[in-house]
């Protein structure tokens, strides 16, 4: 048995040790590990080494103005050589004290157990360091980290050799930056963005205070003024598109006034205006009138936009002024990102948190890479277009959330929080999605599902039970007296609404069925093409048409 220390059957666990519980492989990856069975020297492993700064992702830039996702093309680049370096492990825990020194102890121990519950033990103990090391590393993520201790915070690599070389090839060959422009981040990224102080911590029960420092204040106002002007750019695109409708409809009385018929008995006289052409002109004079109004419209929007902009402006003079958080608000968001881990992975499901070749499954299309998530997200939405979309000041805005990718092997994504508490009309929201589930599309699609019910119970508000999506899904639940938490139901459902149900697959509740098709409604390209595939869609599209016809919808 291992204790804390790391003595191992009396003995202690050093570097000739550990070298003989890994795997002797033969690596077909070029240049990585290229000794076979060979691992990191561990003579030096706590002596403090200094630091390589590794590439820092980009800056996300708001995507409101969108209207939908944008796939990548390139959905991987050639391999990189993180795993190259035979000191990986070593840079890993180099410079992290105690905490790293009960990581090296606990996973040689759980590598070496052979009784189950020896194993068992090790593994408890393992998982404990593993996010002690995490919170630590964490609390440097502004300072210039060396690369494997960025590779170790993205994707959970801690030790190469248990790592098969296909598994190495395919985590070295995802994309390191973001360069789609969408707010998907690594595990290393959100923290880099809460460090500097550009997104807020995420909230957690036991943190809810009132009481909020200069940063986080200003961060707070920041966010919020962001999303007005995005707001206000939609609004004036939306004014601007009003005004190029009437244009065109005045374009069009004008060419059809222009047209002069021969008088009759006189060829070369042109006659009156007709009928048509006489209310053409009274069509003019109306357009004009309200070409006029928008005019002046659109001139005070500008003028708010104005305003906003120098908000704006001074807010991010203040926030380049500000300190970056304290490194307490990054390690206490890393332990959030370990609570949403667990939510990820449920009470059954595999907690164990480092990279291992016996719990990575599949290919390179079911690793939870930032693209790979893009290519699903808009899958989804093509499916619920109305999923992002939240309406201020009478205008819908496209809002895609936050999204952080967690190393870890849960099977579902989770709602952290569906806006900011202080912003809650334009802020986005909080989604985590795990990067080694078992079915990666059912991982996101569960995410965007209850993303869904979040909002909608949300904007119900004391309300939710009665009314909307969740109080006719909540009703419809209580009246069949189904054991479990609701929103896990909904789900549940929503997951086969958009995999199956989309496809004409019959396998919801038809009530269920119903409240979907009311209040998640597919494309009318999707409703067409499931109008013959059965009666009962047939049935929902004529319901559909009759709620049109009578205004009741």
Sequence with gaps: MADDSGQTNGTNLDETDVSELLPVEDDAHEGSMSDAGEVPDFSELFEEAESKTARSSTDVAPNTERESFRVPRKLHEEPKPYFNDKKFYQKVLTGEGEPAKRLHSQLGAFLNAEDSKERSTYRGRLITAFWEVAASIAGKINSGLPEPKIVFLRFAALLPTIISPEQRRMISSIIFENKTGEPIHYVDEWLKEVSRGRINASAVDETKTAKKDDANRINAALEKTRGKYQSQITVIRNRMSEIDEQERLLRDRA???????????????????????????????????????????????????????????????????????????????????????????????????????????GGFEDIGARENIIKILAEVEHLDPGIFERTFKRQTNRIVPNIILIPCYGDQGVCWEPFERFNRATSRARVAVPMYPKDLRTAVIAAVGDLRWQVAKEKAQHYWMEEGLTGWYYQWFAERKMKGDVKDAFVQDYILWITRESEGTQKLDREVRDIFWRYIPFPQDVKEKLKNRGFVYTELYKKDKNRAMSDGY
């Design 255 to 361: 060419d059809l006034i222009s047209q002069h018929s021969p008088s009759a008995g006189f060829d070369d006289l042109s006659a009156p205006y007709n009928e048509e052409q006489r209310a053409a002109l009274g069509e003019m004079t109306t357009i004009l009138r309200k070409l006029g109004t928008l005019n002046k419209d659109l001139a005070r929007e500008y003028q708010e936009l104005d305003t906003i902009s120098e908000q704006l402006e001074n807010l991010e003079d203040k926030e380049s002024d500000t300190a970056a958080v304290d490194t307490k608000t990054v390690v206490a968001e890393m332990r959030t990102i370990r609570q949403m881990a667990k939510l990820c992975v449920g009470r059954q499901g595999n907690h164990f948190p480092v990279l291992m070749k016996h719990y990575l499954k």
